[in-house]
């Protein structure tokens, strides 16, 4: 009996590349649903909790905010999914590759 070769992907092939390169595009659910929830009643629980501004300069959202925002008690009161979209904000800068280290 002839043994049956199963294709496996090799890391250098270009699905795989293709596979990897894409990824962040599946994880996020929901695209932009934070910003409209920190333009609306959301930012204002959270300048009002950290007393520092949301928005950079640049017009990006400030994960130092997000991540002192996390420490306070409003961050606790907020429903499940809005929770993981700010750790997801907050873990999603460090993927950036124009950012200095």
Same mark, same amino acid.
């Given at each position: ?46 300048? *009002? ?24 008690? *409003? ?27």
């Amino acid at each position: 009996m002839a043994k049956m070769r199963r294709y496996v992907s090799k890391p250098g092939h270009a699905k795989a590349r293709r596979r990897k390169r894409n990824w962040i595009q599946k994880a996020v659910k929901r695209p932009g649903e934070l910003t409209r929830k920190l333009h609306g009643s959301l930012g204002k629980r959270i300048v *009002a909790a950290t007393k520092r501004p949301i928005w950079t300069k640049t017009g990006e959202i400030n994960t130092n905010t997000l991540r002192a925002f996390t420490k306070t008690k *409003a961050y606790q009161r907020l429903d499940t999914r809005t929770k993981q979209q700010i750790q997801f904000a907050i873990r999603a800068e460090g993927f950036r590759k124009d950012r200095k280290r």
